[in-house]
């Protein structure tokens, strides 16, 4: 990559191959490790060798360059306008590794501290609970097992025909307190 001049990966590296040339940089093999041991001992040894210089990392964690590295303020707002209008999803693949570099995870009390002081003393405005009341209320309720045309079906049976609250429920496959709110019109407000 270098000396095809491509500063993708990492700029500074780059710029310094081309100003001082290739003789001046010599790359040698520290230590031979398991795949799996690579990026601690590539931390260990970037700390190790921070205070020398020539140290051509980009950021203070290996496996993580942009982690803990300061941004100004401009920069920030470009990053924030960048991402205006775009919707990002993971694929199916990344989910699952992200889901199993997780898994069994513990938090720290600390952490836990740090995420409840964070949301302390924020509260939804009226009109945001009112949104989040609505967008689970009847069919859009993640639970929902009937739609509004069959809860219409079953307050129209019930106040017309003779039949039971129970045959009811079983009928559309659903307790019979479910359809015992439904007809008293304390649950499925339509």
Same mark, same amino acid.
């Given at each position: 990559m270098l000396r095809h001049n491509i500063p993708k990966e990492n700029r500074h590296l780059q710029n310094s191959w081309n100003k001082y040339g290739e003789e001046n940089f010599e790359f040698i093999i520290l230590?031979?490790?398991?795949?799996e041991f690579l990026t601690s001992f590539e931390q260990s040894y970037k700390d190790y060798y921070e205070h020398f210089s020539g140290v051509f990392n980009k950021g203070e964690i290996v496996d993580c360059p942009s982690r803990g590295c300061k941004r100004t303020k401009e920069h920030l707002l470009k990053m924030q306008k960048g991402k205006e209008g775009k919707i990002y999803h993971h694929s199916e693949k990344t989910k699952q590794s992200i889901s199993l570099k #997780?898994?069994?995870?513990?938090?720290?009390? /600390?952490? #836990?501290?740090?995420i409840r002081q964070s949301h302390f003393g924020l509260y939804a405005s009226e009109e945001t609970k009112i949104k989040l009341s609505l967008a689970k209320k009847g069919e859009n309720h993640?639970?929902?097992?009937?739609?509004?045309?069959?809860?219409?079906?079953?307050?129209?049976?019930?106040?017309?025909?003779?039949?039971? /609250? /129970?045959?009811?429920?079983?009928?559309? #496959?659903v307790s019979r307190g479910a359809i015992q709110r439904i007809v008293n019109g304390t649950g499925w407000q339509i």
């Open positions: 230590e031979q490790c398991k795949k #997780k898994r069994g995870i513990k938090i720290s009390d /600390q952490i #836990k501290e740090k993640p639970n929902k097992k009937l739609t509004y045309e069959e809860v219409h079906e079953i307050r129209e049976i019930y106040q017309n025909e003779n039949i039971s /609250q /129970q045959d009811l429920a079983n009928k559309f #496959k």
